[in-house]
């Protein structure tokens, strides 16, 4: 070969490979997410869904994008992000609650949607089985509504004598009426009154316990749900500044100065999610991944807050939480 020949076939190379490599590049799965929090709340519970992902051979940036988008706790926003990822061909719709995963099949019978949600899924319509979820959805649910329950169960032993206490929820959140009405119930055989204050909205909070303290209520339950955990510190900020002792579901909030938490392992749903993601990216179908449950359950203490409302927690309850917080 001549050597005017050799450049030129060398100049040819170099300018078809940056094309073959920005042609890869596009062909990357774009992962798309609709969540119906806020992103600083989720890191942990993104990072997890990574983890899983990562043990199927995805990494985010290399052979893997990501495309969020947040509601913030508004949940009249999920049908329109639902449908902007599947206008972008989205390879997978990971669905952050069960209204999002609602939104996601209402916009997709073709995309797969790999669910993560506190709401019973066959209940709510998402799948007509755990086992044969059929369609193009699966995912993984956890103990979440079903836990109001037992916290009130834990804030009474805590705080025997109150008798009068408050339960915040968000009156949009899917399950709102199932909160309500299993806590209603637990609350009849401890004979407490449970006052209902309802917050939808950051500016609905202050509010919220305002009415709260109208009725003497003298301690709170704040429900499970995206938006609320979106307002912890504002929420953790005015029970501390009205002497309420509080329970929250996720280990977050006592870390942050909650009095107690009792609720999922929010990371291991995500997790799990994120192992379902990497199987399909890789060929398999979401009607036959049966949806998994995560029951991990948390209960935290934290004993400065409790020692700030001057309170003593009982040794047996002490000895029965996964973290104690000093």
């Not at 990562?54 to 508004?74: D, H, K, L, T, Y």
């Not at 997978?92 to 997709?108: C, D, E, H, P, R």
């Not at 303290?213 to 609320?228: E, H, I, K, W, Y």
């Amino acid at each position: 070969m001549k050597r005017r020949e050799f450049i030129t076939l060398l100049s040819g190379t170099a300018a078809v490979w940056p094309l073959a490599v920005r042609a890869q590049q596009a062909a990357m799965p774009v992962v798309g997410f609709v969540i119906g929090g806020a992103a600083a709340e989720n890191a942990r519970a993104v990072a997890a869904f990574g983890t899983g992902l990562n043990e199927a051979g995805f990494i985010e940036g290399r052979n893997v994008g990501f495309e969020f988008g947040w509601a913030e706790g508004q949940y009249q926003r999920l049908p329109a992000m639902a449908a902007e990822l599947v206008g972008r061909q989205v390879a997978v719709i990971v669905a952050g609650t069960g209204a999002s995963a609602l939104a996601a099949k209402a916009a997709t019978t073709t995309i797969p949607i790999v669910f993560i949600m506190g709401a019973d899924p066959v209940k709510i319509g998402a799948v007509p089985s755990l086992n044969r979820p059929g369609g193009n959805i699966t995912g993984a649910f956890m103990l979440s509504t079903e836990l109001e329950a037992k916290r009130l169960e834990l804030l009474h032993e805590v705080v025997p004598a109150a008798k009068m206490v408050g339960l915040l929820v968000n009156p949009t959140f899917l399950d709102a009426e199932t909160q309500v009405r299993d806590v209603q119930a637990a609350a009849q055989t401890m004979a407490i009154l449970i006052i209902t204050i309802r917050a939808s909205s950051a500016g609905d909070i202050v509010g919220a316990f305002s009415e709260l303290l109208q009725q003497r209520g003298a301690a709170l339950l704040v429900a499970s749900d995206p938006f609320l955990f979106t307002q912890r510190n504002r929420i953790i900020t005015l029970a501390a500044h009205h002497g309420l002792p509080a329970i929250y579901n996720w280990r977050d909030f006592a870390q942050d100065g909650g009095l107690m938490s009792y609720g999922t392992n929010l990371a291991e749903p995500y997790r799990l999610a994120g192992t379902y993601t990497g199987r399909i990216l890789k060929g398999e179908k979401p009607a036959e991944l049966p949806v998994m449950q995560s029951t991990k359950v948390e209960f935290a203490i934290n004993l400065k807050t409790a020692k700030t409302l001057g309170l003593t927690i009982p040794l047996p309850l002490l000895g029965r939480a996964d973290e104690v917080i000093e």
